[in-house]
């Protein structure tokens, strides 16, 4: 399954802007912006963790259907392929983010058990170094169900849920695998885009879709399976009448 968006991030983060400051001058006299609030109250520069690399599509491709399987439940392998402006920008991005998530580490540990919610998510967050094909990665894992392969390759970055899923998507990248915008549906969607679109998304469900009904035709099956028994013992119970 496929999934296309296109996104100005930037953009509505300056309408946020304008919007955070109407309603800050409003209530305290004081306007402040959304990037000065996250900026004073979080330490977090968002044009620097975000805005000046993340560019504005991203394409997503689903390796697997929903199944009986936990796994596929829990996490579908699938990739994401993000357009960023610039490699060297992106790179500086994900340092400043995992040198974030380091300092709130240090700052929870410091606080001696003042910040408990925040120590259970820090304990469930670890970054490592990666490599496959030849090409690194920052492993992120939260908690037991989220296991992630973040890469930037050139203009694109990787978000991968598994390691086949990233290889898949280096494969996208380098020519060797299709990326899954083929469609008649991919290519209608794209030639209707108005030139000044803020936002657009695509999705091709059909494979999610017949995932779910044999999920659902096989649990049904087995409930017949297993209704049949129960049925032929509960004819077999003597009863007698209450005197």
Same mark, same amino acid.
């Given at each position: 399954?496929?999934?296309?968006?296109?996104?100005?991030?930037?953009?509505?983060?300056?309408?946020?802007?304008?919007?955070?400051?109407?309603?800050?001058?409003?209530?305290?006299?004081?306007?402040?912006?959304?990037?000065?609030?996250?900026?004073?109250?979080?330490?977090?520069?968002?044009?620097?963790?975000?805005?000046?690399?993340?560019?504005?599509?991203?394409?997503?491709?689903?390796?697997?259907?929903?199944?009986?399987?936990?796994?596929?439940?829990?996490?579908?392998?699938?990739?994401?392929?993000?357009?960023?402006?610039?490699?060297?920008?992106?790179? @500086?991005?994900?340092?400043?983010?995992?040198?974030?998530?380091?300092?709130?580490?240090?700052?929870?540990?410091?606080?001696?058990? %003042?910040?408990?919610?925040?120590?259970?998510?820090?304990?469930?967050?670890?970054?490592? &170094?990666?490599?496959?094909?030849?090409?690194?990665?920052?492993?992120?894992?939260?908690?037991?169900?989220?296991?992630?392969?973040?890469?930037?390759?050139? &203009?694109?970055?990787?978000?991968?849920?598994?390691?086949?899923?990233?290889?898949?998507?280096?494969?996208?990248? %380098?020519?060797?695998?299709?990326?899954?915008?083929?469609? @008649?549906?991919?290519?209608?969607?794209?030639?209707?885009?108005?030139?000044?679109?803020?936002?657009?998304?695509?999705?091709?469900?059909?494979?999610?879709?017949?995932?779910?009904?044999?999920?659902?035709?096989?649990?049904?099956?087995?409930?017949?399976?297993?209704?049949?028994?129960?049925? @032929?013992?509960?004819?077999?119970?003597?009863?007698?009448?209450?005197?």
């Amino acid at each position: 399954a496929v999934q296309g968006m296109g996104f100005d991030l930037r953009a509505w983060v300056d309408w946020l802007d304008g919007l955070t400051a109407d309603v800050s001058g409003a209530a305290m006299g004081s306007p402040m912006t959304l990037r000065e609030l996250a900026r004073e109250e979080a330490g977090i520069d968002l044009d620097l963790l975000l805005l000046d690399w993340l560019g504005g599509q991203a394409v997503t491709s689903q390796f697997g259907t929903i199944s009986t399987d936990l796994r596929d439940l829990v996490a579908t392998p699938s990739a994401s392929i993000l357009s960023v402006t610039s490699a060297t920008a992106a790179e @500086a991005g994900l340092d400043a983010i995992e040198a974030a998530l380091d300092e709130l580490t240090s700052t929870v540990a410091a606080a001696n058990g %003042d910040l408990a919610d925040l120590q259970g998510f820090v304990d469930q967050v670890a970054i490592r &170094d990666g490599e496959a094909l030849g090409v690194p990665y920052r492993r992120v894992q939260i908690a037991p169900t989220t296991d992630l392969r973040v890469a930037v390759v050139g &203009d694109r970055m990787i978000i991968a849920t598994t390691l086949d899923a990233f290889e898949t998507a280096l494969g996208v990248l %380098d020519g060797t695998r299709p990326d899954g915008r083929a469609s @008649a549906g991919w290519a209608a969607v794209s030639a209707a885009l108005p030139n000044d679109a803020s936002g657009w998304s695509y999705g091709d469900g059909g494979a999610p879709l017949a995932g779910l009904t044999v999920m659902v035709t096989r649990s049904l099956a087995q409930s017949a399976k297993l209704s049949d028994p129960l049925e @032929a013992a509960r004819a077999k119970v003597i009863t007698f009448p209450v005197v």
